[in-house]
């Protein structure tokens, strides 16, 4: 949330500058007896430049209030959300919810403190799979360790891991957690067609009546899990982050998945993951799964 105090203050030393750059403009004719005509400014252009500059001031005040109104507002919902004071978010159906994928910019995804308290809030909530990416790979190194058994934070549990070449899946109580990363996006989806067409060379395939060579989807969808690139699509996909944007999550397991923009990672908030849980159970799709 912006800090109210620096965006008035802010504020204030924009209306100062264009004030005093109209008392300077204004102010030149009495101090020079010749002004050349490139200095020299009406007093009607002056009042209406320092109008047009008033009335910038005042819509941008007005935008930087109403942004700070809102988030001041959404902050308050969230957290009468955690304390369980909106009876609408006590309990809501997670049916639908059967993968969750969440996205995390790879300079946030470095706070393994904020990914452990996610994933315990995500588990408190009732998720049962969980898919995290990062474009860089960040968060395979942080879980690598699990691959030898060691435990997983304060929960307890050890951490029964097996991973293929590409994606790593622990179990944190009954959560499944797969990772993946860039590399499991274009570099997953040329993999799988060096192994069609390798497959195809070798006569591995069926052609069609003109001798053409056909693929379907069901083809390329093998071809992905026998790399290590495969996996369920996620209903759901919660992005962490300063872009609006999947920051190239594999685009092939999100046909039907629905995306909602959370904020930075480092301000999180217990509340608008609850909120997000509910709107996703208000949706309805008129088509696909």
């Given at each position: ?164 070449t590409k994606a790593l899946t622990c179990c944190h109580k009954e959560m499944t957690i797969e990772c993946i990363s860039g590399s499991d996006g274009k570099d997953g989806i040329a993999k799988a067609a060096s192994l069609l067409c390798s497959t195809c060379v070798n006569g591995n395939r069926n052609t069609c009546g003109n001798g053409e060579i056909v693929f379907t989807e069901a083809d390329m969808s093998g071809a992905l899990k026998a790399i290590g690139c495969g996996g369920p699509e996620p209903d759901l996909l919660l992005v962490y982050g300063p872009a ?46």
């Amino acid at each position: 949330m912006y800090d109210i105090h620096f965006v008035l203050s802010q504020e204030i030393i924009i209306l100062w500058f264009l004030c005093r750059a109209a008392f300077v403009a204004n102010e030149i004719p009495l101090f020079m007896n010749q002004s050349p005509p490139h200095v020299q400014m009406s007093r009607p252009s002056v009042i209406i430049k320092l109008i047009l500059g008033l009335l910038w001031f005042i819509v941008h005040l007005a935008i930087s209030l109403f942004s700070l109104w809102f988030d001041l507002i959404y902050s308050i919902e969230c957290y009468l959300i955690s304390f369980g004071l909106i009876p609408k978010y006590r309990k809501f159906q997670l049916d639908r919810l059967k993968h969750l994928a969440v996205v995390v910019d790879s300079r946030e995804a470095k706070n393994v403190a904020k990914i452990n308290q996610l994933l315990c809030w995500l588990s408190n909530v009732g998720v049962k799979y969980v898919c995290l990416y990062d474009i860089d790979g960040v968060l395979k190194k942080t879980f690598a360790p699990a691959m030898n058994g060691s435990r997983y934070g304060n929960s307890g549990k050890y951490l029964d891991v097996g991973a293929n070449t590409k994606a790593l899946t622990c179990c944190h109580k009954e959560m499944t957690i797969e990772c993946i990363s860039g590399s499991d996006g274009k570099d997953g989806i040329a993999k799988a067609a060096s192994l069609l067409c390798s497959t195809c060379v070798n006569g591995n395939r069926n052609t069609c009546g003109n001798g053409e060579i056909v693929f379907t989807e069901a083809d390329m969808s093998g071809a992905l899990k026998a790399i290590g690139c495969g996996g369920p699509e996620p209903d759901l996909l919660l992005v962490y982050g300063p872009a609006r944007c999947h920051l190239g999550f594999p685009a092939w397991r999100l046909r039907y998945t629905e995306i909602m923009h959370m904020g930075p990672l480092n301000s999180m908030k217990y509340g608008a993951i609850v909120k997000a849980f509910y709107k996703f159970s208000k949706k309805y799709q008129n088509f696909g799964k």
